[in-house]
């Protein structure tokens, strides 16, 4: 089993609807970075939690560290926020493990 | 500041040639990793370094050589090119220690070994 599990590996969704994409993960963190991967392009992150919830326009991450879970939700969501988007723990120094990602495609 | 630059994006090579990626920095960040991205998997760690002279295996470093002379550089070689190492390649940086650390990300290499 992987440290870092992504639900769902794939989503489809119609432009302005909500979006969400869960991560749990099985082991101890000081960090959980969710980020986001453009076909043909680099990784940028998005958010960076070890507890709570932030919001950057549209995005909100939340992470729940009793229950080792974490979802990262897109309100009215765009057909530029296609990507994937990838989970990630900072487990021991700063190492990072990544869940496999979740492909997301917004149609008009 | 340019963040973290990669090169090459892209790059064909004939199975048991040699070629190195190229990875600098500009945030005189510590820590430096090396992962590979492969269809159906999460990013795995080929390399690390904590700093200047300080380098170690992450879970996939068979075939991979790395050295970290400066702060600012981490070059990943291929000594010997094999079908096996087809995958995109990403450099990430940041600051070393504790959980408030953003992760910074190369724009990846993508490298066809035939």
């Excluded at chain 1, 590996?9 to 991560?23: K, M, V």
């Excluded at chain 2, 945030?27 to 795995?44: I, K, V």
């Amino acid at each position: 089993k992987n440290e870092v599990e992504q639900s769902p590996q794939n989503l489809t969704a119609q432009e302005g609807e909500f979006i969400t994409i869960n991560c749990s993960y099985s082991v101890g963190i000081s960090a959980l970075h969710w980020l986001q991967q453009h076909p043909g392009g680099g990784i940028v992150s998005l958010f960076m939690l070890s507890s709570g919830k932030k919001k950057h326009g549209r995005l909100i991450a939340t992470i729940n560290i009793q229950e080792k879970h974490s979802s990262l939700h897109i309100t009215a969501s765009h057909p530029r926020d296609s990507a994937v988007y990838i989970c990630a723990v900072r487990t021991s120094g700063s190492r990072l493990t990544f869940g496999e990602g979740t492909q997301l495609t917004v149609n008009p | 500041n340019a963040g973290v630059t990669q090169t090459p994006k892209f790059q064909v090579l004939k199975t048991g040639q040699s070629m190195t990626l190229q990875c600098a920095q500009d945030m005189n960040h510590e820590y430096m990793s090396w992962y590979r991205q492969d269809p159906g998997m999460g990013l795995r760690l080929i390399h690390y370094s904590v700093g200047a002279g300080i380098t170690d295996q992450g879970e996939v470093p068979n075939g991979y050589n790395v050295s970290r002379s400066t702060t600012e550089d981490f070059p990943l070689r291929l000594l010997s090119a094999a079908p096996s190492q087809t995958s995109v390649y990403f450099c990430a940086s940041s600051s070393r220690g504790g959980g408030a650390t953003e992760a910074f990300f190369g724009q990846g290499t993508r490298l066809t070994v035939v």
